[in-house]
């Protein structure tokens, strides 16, 4: 049986059928799932996808942390199903508290595009098996509200459990709390992150690297061999 | 120090997406009643010297030439009280 | 509170009527008369104005712009030509490809970021109500000198209102320019470009037929914004116990937007739509009548039912109103009720708010009252046609005589000066990378983007299984234009052209957008007459159809008008992007070849 | 209708570039003697019924949960005075 890895599409997300497509080109099945719709209709695993959920009026991902499809995942998540959110996807997450800390307006102010070099930090999580860990990966980062901030004692936490997964390399492109780029909860099965894996998926479109597509093809392996 | 308060809102007529948003969401969240919802900007001012009139002059003619955009935002500038 | 009935304008012709303030020369206004074979009414009088205006009649460039149809190459590849929202073009396998260029330059000199950004959005609504996806924006941006304080002004709020609401909506920017001249200063030109993909089948028109289907309003709720002109019509037929000031500047909702274009895209799909049309300026004035020009029959419509945002506007100002993120479809009764529910699944608010007659009047309703009943055509169509006065400007032979001399431009001579004047020009703001503003803008989203900044050209993947692709570039040199304005427009359309081609596409169709001073000028009007001239001469010798643009006149600071812009988009397609060239070297050892003279 | 005012600012110890960049620009705009800025949100919510104490008490629910995030950000919530 294929393995099917759900993409919740809140109203304004933009990046949901990017990892629809990256969800295909590792070898699963992806599966589209409606915010208002509670049912997560057996998925495996479920991405939050990129974008600007109800505008990121408010604060990003403040709103969309509300929605039915969220109830259900975050009961899934706790326990154990593996979630990834990406940018938009990591703000949700933070907001509805799978994540501990929170997401601010980037230091200088702008939106920022750029293809981002990453550190992976931690390659023991259900999304980054297929790294090793201190690897050097390159994929875009696009967002205005990037900063990752938690106070001092989740900070050293976070440090001390390893549940940093990303930093940022060569370039801190927004000011996050010691270059995190991504982290993890402490099961492993929820992370989040800025940058956007699904764009660096076939070397013909965006920055013409693959560099994302581990992500995708980590959390089958784990399901399969789960 | 002192503190001063400039609070910065679009003005009626013009659209405000954001609270919109903010008043929508609320029913579904399970708080009903509310009726409007306009979201805009608070900044706080720490002088470093007394809040005079001249001090407050100055400080009204920021908000109408920088913290406002006075083509779609109105402003009030308010000491804050309880200092 | 008088309401200015049909019955009450019949009744009362020679009640005193602001044409003058509402921008209505004394001949239109007694044309108007002469149509109506009465006075018309204040409603009336507010939809004739708009409609009859510059921007949305053309009244000035028309009979210019007619070189485009009849210069025209023949093209098997144009599918719909110039005259509706936007022109499509054939690019193979059964899909089609539609593109356009705009401009929002007044809006975004008063408000800079609103402007920017309700410039995209308004070019990405055409491009969806002609039944395509939207798949990529560029904007080809003038402002004056780069250290001047009103470039300071704004060009932060520019860059940030099209990167606000592009990136929101989720299109990929695939490029654009940034240019700096002086003569810009006051007056900057933002053009928005967007390029949308439909199956051949899909393609949609604005147009209502049918008696009895349904009129729907669906977006955004309608506010007083861009209304600031009509506010005296409302005032003299009302009295003053509302709000008089109305904002002139649009605020968009780039969220709002986006739920549009994924509840149209559904409504497309389920094959729900028989005609359709974006509300931009003249909003509703502009739906109604070009709906209802295009078709055949009537129109009636109960302007009480359009949902409000501030319940006290007038009709006339619900009829001119620019609220931004509306659309206006034509649906058969039977498929109301899906259409309003497929609105409701995206949180779209739709409303009926007429139907389809088999007259052929125009007539709107207020509280069951007649407000309008106007011949459609009229208004949308048949608008006042001038033959502005036009003659080769007394400086242009100095201009083109005034060549640099040796000693005001002198060259290099020494090492060092060779250096300081690469450096120099590497390091003007013109040349200079403009990788601080086409950051800000997401290039990725969509995940199709084969070629964006710092390519020639933008290039879309359309389709994942075949690598069929188009590719878009926007270029315009308004010092070329000045010095020869003919040549000018040429050299932007060869600048494009080659743009196109040398990422590895074919060049197919044409859009552009022509900024210049005022026709009322005879030095603008000839630039303006040369420069469309030039622009059909080249497409017709190239072989690429112009299948549609925009017009942007009285671009000019007091008496001293903007360079003349003509700026200009070539969209090419490409059968397999995986042989696109990038520019750059590729690899060592590579040959350089240098083609033409 | 009444109007209660919830202000939004974040927590002291944030950082607030949004602030910074105000505070650094008054000085260049000729505008002197402010040692800090701070910029916050704020929201203006329109009652459909009274503003007694079980109204307030939503209000503050609602702001705790949704209007801020308290893991960095802190809220008042007021009645607006001279409606
Ligand atoms: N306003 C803009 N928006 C998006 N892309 C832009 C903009 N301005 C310039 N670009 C892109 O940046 C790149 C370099 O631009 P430019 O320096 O003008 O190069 P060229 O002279 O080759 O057109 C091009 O790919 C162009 O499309």
């Known amino acids: 049986m294929t393995t099917r890895v759900g993409v919740v599409t809140f109203p304004g997300s933009l990046d949901d059928r990017d990892a629809q497509r990256a969800i295909r080109l590792a070898g699963a099945e992806p599966v589209a799932l409606w915010h208002r719709d509670k049912d997560l209709h057996q998925v495996d695993a479920v991405v939050l996808p990129g974008g600007f959920s109800y505008g990121d009026y408010l604060r990003a991902g403040a709103i969309s942390r509300f929605s039915p499809v969220m109830e259900t995942l975050i009961e899934q998540a706790k326990l154990g199903m593996p979630v990834l959110g990406i940018c938009n996807g990591f703000q949700v997450l933070t907001e509805s508290h799978l994540l501990p800390g929170a997401m601010l307006r980037n230091n200088h102010l702008h939106f920022i595009c750029r293809d981002q070099k990453l550190r992976v930090e931690n390659a023991a999580t259900a999304w980054t098996s297929d790294y090793q860990a201190g690897q050097e990966i390159s994929i875009p980062l696009k967002n205005m509200d990037g900063r990752y901030t938690a106070d001092r004692r989740t900070i050293d936490e976070l440090e001390s459990e390893g549940r940093v997964v990303f930093r940022y390399v060569d370039v801190n492109p927004n000011g996050s709390i010691n270059d995190i780029a991504g982290i993890t909860n402490a099961a492993g099965n929820v992370v989040g992150l800025m940058p956007h894996p699904e764009h660096a998926v076939e070397p013909l479109v965006g920055t013409g690297k693959t560099d994302g597509l581990p992500f995708f093809t980590s959390v089958l392996k784990q399901l399969v061999s789960s | 120090m002192a503190r001063v308060v400039v609070d910065v809102m679009l003005k009626p007529e013009i659209l405000d997406p954001q609270g919109q948003a903010v008043q929508r969401a609320l029913p579904r969240l399970g708080f009903t009643g509310i009726a409007d919802v306009r979201q805009g900007k608070r900044f706080e001012l720490e002088l470093e010297g007394p809040v005079d009139d001249a001090a407050l002059a100055r400080i009204r003619e920021a908000a109408e030439t920088f913290l406002a955009n006075t083509v779609i935002e109105d402003f009030t500038v308010r000491v804050e009280d309880g200092q | ?597």
């Open chain 3, 1 to 597: 509170m008088t309401l200015d009935t049909v019955k009450n304008a019949e009744q009362t012709p020679d009640a005193a009527q602001p044409w003058a303030e509402l921008g209505l020369k004394e001949d239109e206004y007694a044309r108007i008369r002469e149509i109506l074979d009465r006075r018309p009414t204040g409603a009336e009088l507010a939809m004739y104005s708009v409609m009859w205006s510059e921007h949305c009649s053309y009244k000035s460039s028309k009979v210019h712009l007619k070189q485009f149809g009849e210069k025209a190459p023949q093209s098997d590849a144009m599918l719909v030509g110039i005259g509706e929202n936007a022109g499509v073009v054939d690019v193979g396998q059964g899909y089609a490809v539609t593109f356009k260029v705009e401009s929002h330059n007044h809006p975004s000199y008063i408000e800079p970021y609103q402007g920017a950004a309700t410039g995209i959005g308004g070019i990405v609504r055409d491009i969806l109500a002609m039944g395509a996806r939207p798949v990529a924006v560029m904007d080809p941006l003038r402002f004056g000198a780069a250290d001047h304080p009103d470039t300071r002004r704004v060009l932060p709020g520019i860059v940030a209102g099209i990167g606000g609401y592009g990136n929101c909506l989720g299109l990929p920017n695939i490029g654009g320019e940034v240019v700096f001249d002086p003569c810009y200063q006051g007056n900057p030109l933002v053009n928005a470009l967007c390029v949308g993909v439909m199956k051949h089948e899909d393609i949609h028109l604005a147009q209502a037929s049918g008696a009895g289907n349904k009129v729907i309003l669906y977006g955004a709720r309608t506010g007083g914004d861009g209304i600031g002109g009509v506010s005296v019509l409302a005032s003299e037929t009302f009295d003053d116990s509302k709000p008089t000031k109305r904002p002139a500047v649009q605020v968009g909702d780039p969220f709002q937007e986006k739920l549009l274009i994924e509840c149209t895209l559904e409504v497309f799909r389920e094959k729900l739509v028989l005609g359709i049309q974006d509300l931009g300026g003249a909003g509703l004035s502009c739906a109604t009548s070009e709906l209802a020009s295009a078709g055949s029959g009537g129109m009636r419509i109960e302007l009480d039912t359009v949902p409000l945002r501030d319940a006290t506007l007038s009709p006339e100002e619900i009829l001119m109103s620019e609220s931004q993120e509306r659309m206006c479809a034509i649906v058969e009764p039977g498929k109301v009720e899906r259409f309003l529910e497929i609105c409701e699944k995206w949180d779209v608010i739709a409303t009926v708010i007429g139907e389809v007659t088999d007259g052929e009047r125009l007539e709107i309703f207020w509280h069951g009252e007649q407000v309008v009943d106007v011949p459609p055509r009229t208004v949308a169509h048949d608008g006042p046609v001038y033959n502005r006065p036009f003659a080769r400007p007394s400086w242009q032979d100095a201009l083109q005589a005034d060549a640099p001399t040796a000693e005001r431009l002198a060259r290099p001579a020494t090492g060092e000066q060779l250096k300081q004047a690469l450096l120099d020009v590497a390091g003007s703001p013109n040349q200079a990378s403009k990788a601080w503003i086409t950051d800000q803008y997401d290039r990725f989203v969509i995940g199709n983007t084969v070629l964006a900044t710092p390519e020639d050209s933008g290039m879309i993947r359309i389709d994942e299984e075949t690598n069929l692709g188009v590719s878009v570039a926007t270029d315009g040199n308004g010092r070329y234009a000045k010095l020869d304005p003919y040549t000018g427009a040429q050299l932007a359309l060869a600048e494009a052209y080659r743009n196109v081609a040398a990422g590895g596409a074919k060049p197919l169709a044409v859009s552009d957008c022509l900024n210049f001073g005022s026709p009322e000028d005879p030095d603008v009007m000839w630039q303006f007459a040369e420069a469309t001239r030039g622009l059909a001469d080249a497409c017709q010798v190239l072989g690429t159809p112009v299948t549609g643009g925009n017009v942007s006149l009285y671009n000019q600071t007091g008496e001293v008008a903007i360079h003349p812009t003509p700026v200009v988009a070539v969209l090419g397609v490409i059968d397999d992007v995986t042989r696109r060239t990038p520019i750059g070297f590729a690899d060592e050892g590579h040959h350089l070849y240098l083609l033409g003279d």
